[in-house]
């Protein structure tokens, strides 16, 4: 599975969610060029030193970023106030795409783990 792989999981999906994927996984790869494209979980998900660090998911009414971390979540849980969260993920819009601040606060945080 490669990033061939991530661009047809995201090309497969209808819009608006195929264009903010799209706009967040750059966003990612802006933030972090070295991680590894996958799909692992039937999802999009980032590698970093062979080790899964962030992933996205598509579901029928929501997005979904994780940072795979239970403490990274924990720790930003005042940035994640506006979302829907769980132990180690969050649900976004379906038209939202996620900051970059954001997006670097988390995942900054969870590569800090490896």
Known sequence: M?????????EAQREPKRSTLLAVRKLILEIEPSLEQVIAWNSPQFKFNG???VGLAAFKNHLTFSPQS???MAAHAEDLAE???SKSSFQFGVDQVLS???LSKLIKARLAQF
């Open 100 to 102: 970059k601040e954001l």
């Open 83 to 85: 979302f829907v969260t």
């Open 51 to 53: 080790k899964y660090a």
């Open 70 to 72: 239970p403490e990274v």
């Open 2 to 10: 490669s990033e061939l792989d991530v661009t047809a999981y995201i």
